[in-house]
């Protein structure tokens, strides 16, 4: 069995900077990739960053240039480090891990999110 655990999330103010990690357990052979998701109250969720095992990363249009994910293979765990936050970067973040379990199998897992809410 695998798990996909977050945490970190909570208020901060606009222009701030939170960290949000997250942790990959369980039966697992190989994590291809891991990343965050984000959504919005209304709205699609959305990518805002992944990275590979290679260490190749994509992130969204929005975020670039003020968030940095960071992965470390060895623990299976990836962070999202938010800098310069804006009121629109509120939502729930979600953190999604590719990976092949024990049994060889390969899967996508999704944690069960944590908000971030930007207010003054």
């Known amino acids: 069995q695998v798990q996909v655990v977050e945490s970190g999330g909570g208020l901060v103010q606009p222009g701030g900077s939170l960290r949000l990690s997250c942790a990959a357990s369980?039966?697992?052979?190989?994590?291809?990739?891991m990343g965050w998701y984000r959504q919005a109250p209304g709205k699609q969720r959305e990518l805002v960053a992944t990275?590979?095992?290679?260490?190749?990363?994509k992130y969204g249009d929005s975020v670039r240039g003020r968030f940095t994910v960071l992965r470390d293979n060895a623990r299976n765990t990836v962070d999202l480090q938010m800098s310069s936050l804006r009121p629109e970067d509120t939502a729930v973040y979600y953190c999604?891990?590719?990976?092949?379990?024990?049994?060889?199998?390969?899967?996508?897992?999704w944690g069960q999110g944590t908000q971030v809410t930007v207010s003054s």
């Open positions: 990275t590979t095992a290679e260490g190749t990363s």
């Open positions: 999604n891990a590719g990976l092949r379990d024990s049994t060889g199998h390969f899967n996508g897992y």
């Open positions: 369980g039966s697992i052979a190989e994590v291809t990739f």
